[in-house]
C-alpha cells in the first residue's frame, strides 16, 4: 500500500510555556505528494522543515490547516507513517536483526515471523552476516541501512527522511543514496526527503519543493525531469540537473550570502 499526502495551509506557531514567547515557524504552507512519488524540501536552516515532518508523522499538530493522507485527517501518530532522521536512533543494546524486529513488536506476529521478515529486510540491505553485531560494531552508513531496514520492516505506506545522509562522508553518501534509491523505489512508498543539500534534493526526486526563511513557507515547486531515480549517480551526470540545481540556488538567494 501506498498513499497520498496534502499539507493544506499549514500555520505552526510554538509558544514558549514559561516566557509565552512566540515562534511563528511554518507560515501558510501547501504542498501534496501523489502516491509513490518522491518529493524533497529544500529551505535555509530554521525554516521549518523538521517541524513539517513532525506534523506529517501526527508528532506535532498545526496551529492551522491540516495535514490529509489519502484524504483523511492526520491527528496523531500512525503506525503506516515510517520516519528516518540523521541519527540512525537504534538502540545500542540490542543487536542489529533485534533493532530492525522492534517495529514489528507491537503487532501480533509471531518470534519466527518477525525474525524472518527482520532478515529479509537485512539481506535487502546487504547487512545480512551483521544480523548479530550491535550498533557501535557498524559503520555510518550501514547504521543507516539498518534503520532503513527497520523502517520498511513495518511496511510503511509513507516515509519521512529528515536529512538521512547529511552525518555521511561523501563517498559513503553516494553510495547510500543509490541503495536507498532503488529500495524505496522498489517499495513503492510515497516518501518526503529533507535535506539542505541541493545536488541531493534534485537527483533522488520526482519533485522538489523550495522553502523561504522562518516562517517558512513555499517559494516554488517544480518536477525534476530526468532519468529514472533509481540512479541518481546517472541522474547527476546529466546537463540539466546542474541547471535544477542553480534554479534551487537562486531560489534560495545564496547568491547574496557570505560563506
Ligand atoms: N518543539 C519546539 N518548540 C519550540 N520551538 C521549536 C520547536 N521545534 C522547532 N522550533 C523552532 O521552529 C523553527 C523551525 O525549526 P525546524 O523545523 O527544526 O527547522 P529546520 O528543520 O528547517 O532547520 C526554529 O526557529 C526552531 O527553533
Ligand atoms: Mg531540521
Request: negative net charge; aromatic residues 6%.
Amino acid at each position: 500500500m501506498t498513499s497520498s499526502l496534502e499539507l493544506k495551509g499549514i500555520t505552526k506557531v510554538f509558544t514558549d510555556r514559561k516566557t509565552g514567547h512566540q515562534v511563528r515557524a511554518v507560515e501558510d504552507m501547501s504542498f501534496s505528494v501523489a502516491a509513490g512519488e518522491l518529493v524533497s524540501v529544500v529551505g535555509p536552516s530554521g525554516c521549518g522543515k523538521s517541524t513539517i515532518l513532525n506534523m506529517v508523522s501526527g508528532l506535532y499538530a498545526p496551529t492551522e490547516g491540516e495535514v490529509l493522507i489519502d484524504g483523511e485527517k492526520v491527528v496523531g501518530t500512525r503506525p503506516e507513517v515510517g520516519f528516518m532522521l540523521q541519527k540512525d536512533l537504534l538502540l545500542p543494546w540490542r543487536s542489529i536483526v533485534k533493532n530492525v524486529e522492534f517495529g514489528l513488536e507491537e503487532k501480533k506476529i509471531s518470534k519466527a515471523e518477525r525474525r524472518e521478515r527482520a532478515m529479509l529486510e537485512l539481506e535487502r540491505m546487504k547487512l545480512a552476516e551483521f544480523a548479530d553485531k550491535y550498533p557501535h560494531q557498524l559503520s555510518g552508513g550501514m547504521r543507516q541501512r539498518a534503520a532503513l531496514a527497520r523502517t520498511l520492516v513495518i511496511e510503511p505506506d509513507i516515509i519521512l527522511l529528515d536529512e538521512p545522509f547529511s552525518a555521511l562522508d561523501a563517498q559513503t553518501k553516494l553510495v547510500l543514496q543509490r541503495h536507498f534509491a532503488r529500495t524505496i523505489a522498489e517499495a513503492g512508498v510515497t516518501c518526503v526527503l529533507i535535506t539542505h543539500d541541493l545536488n541531493e534534493a534534485v537527483i533522488m526526486s520526482d519533485r522538489v519543493v523550495c522553502m523561504s526563511g522562518r516562517p517558512g513557507t513555499v517559494v516554488d515547486e517544480f518536477p525534476i525531469e530526468l532519468g529514472n531515480r533509481t540512479d541518481p549517480l546517472a541522474r547527476s551526470m546529466e546537463s540539466k540537473c546542474g541547471n535544477y540545481v542553480k534554479r534551487l540556488f537562486d531560489l534560495l538567494h545564496l547568491e547574496d550570502q557570505a560563506a
